[in-house]
């Protein structure tokens, strides 16, 4: 058996020595990212984008803050201008950050003013068509709308994500290096996983562990043993696992630069004692082998979805895989573009996401596996993640 982990998390040699998962987005690449913003405006036909703090901020300025209730707003027009409104109080938060060394007007607001006219002010004369972040609080997006007399609202989602889903080399090195973190949490597993432990115990050393390697904190940390495995978005209870429980463990979070790792190894602890598991397990590595084959540049989300499915269907499990098949990811855990019927965007180089299919049986377990694939320069699918899928045993004393 393995020493237990240490109450400060020491990070490991692998995760101190991996640069891109530190690296800062250059200004250069933040300018052009801006100037392709005010492009998408003109496309859509937005008077003016408006983006909350999140990850679209982040994406844009190199930078993001929680604002709370209060209204923090970049503001890009077709004309490529950008600024930034802060409240008072966070503008030293600002300071030394890569806004600082763009061209780019910061401008704050203080409590017992009104925020939206102050954005408002920033803005050239006649601006109606307002193309707002999908995660502007509405709050906010109403609160424009009002302060810009006949002023329309939009989404802008989808025109950012046609630029966010096109990873660039740094970008695909910095999820390349989370996707190394997470595997060595997963490949450590069998420390934790252990006949008599609750779920919450073991989430919490598995959490301790992300940081270990390399992230910067824990994102989520799902850990669904016997039938709480048969709900694909179960976290973590005081169930006590049990000998022979499959046990699905879906983890992930941020590196320090912002990018973020997802991965799901299905365990059993000790020899299955569910019949059927050995079966189902075989089915859905196979499903996922299919689905991240067919993962190349020209093909379609909806079709890399169907190849994974078609082998769930084609064994009789259809009606039990009840999720699509993957999700985007970079600076968001979920992004665009999403593996699921009906999404006919084509597959391009650079384009990240995960391929994870499963099939869960209510009352009983549930299987799943999950890799994050890039769409290499060649078109090919290269997987970001590396531990085995090969079905692995814990906690049977051999350890
Ligand atoms: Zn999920
Ligand atoms: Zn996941
Ligand atoms: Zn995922």
Redesign the pocket.
Known sequence: MSVTTTSTAAISAAAAADDALRTPTDVATLADRLGRLADQAGRIGADAILIAPGADMRYFVGHSVGSHERFSCLAVTPDGRARLLVPLLERPGWAGTPVERLDLQISTWKDGEDPYSALTALLPAGVTGLAVDDYLPAMHAIGMRDALPGSRLALVGAAIGELRMRKDAAEVAALAAVGAAIDRVQRRIGEWLRPGRTEHEVAADITEALVQEGHSGADFVIVGSGPNGASPHHEASDRVIQQGDPVVI?I?GPSPAGYFS?C?RTYSVGAPADPEFGRVYEIVRTAQAAGVAAAVAGATCASADAAARTVIERAGYGEYFVTRT??G?GLE??EHPYLVAGNEQPLEPGMTF?V?PGIYLPGRFGVRI?DIVVVDEAGAPRLLNNCPTELTIVGDGTE
């Open positions: 879906d992930g997802d799901t993957g999700h990811i855990v979920h995960s994870e999950e």
